[in-house]
């Protein structure tokens, strides 16, 4: 199941309140201020801060490709 692209309008990063990249390989939102990423499981973001995963810079200009 993929995301819905309207949900990319309204969702933020629950740390900075900043915007959001979906990686639809990956199944992930990417915040790039805070180098973090949150899963998508079944469509559903899950963006609460303790559900945030630490990324590379690697993984985040690959992302954004």
């Known amino acids: 199941m ?7 309008d309204v969702i933020a990063c629950p740390l900075c309140k900043g915007k959001l990249l979906y990686d639809k390989n990956l199944q992930v939102l990417i915040c790039k201020f805070n180098k973090v990423s949150f899963p998508i499981k079944d469509g559903v973001p899950m963006v609460a801060a303790q559900d945030a995963k630490s990324i590379t810079e690697d993984h985040s200009k690959r992302s954004a490709q």
């Open 2 to 8: 993929t995301l819905k692209p309207k949900i990319l």
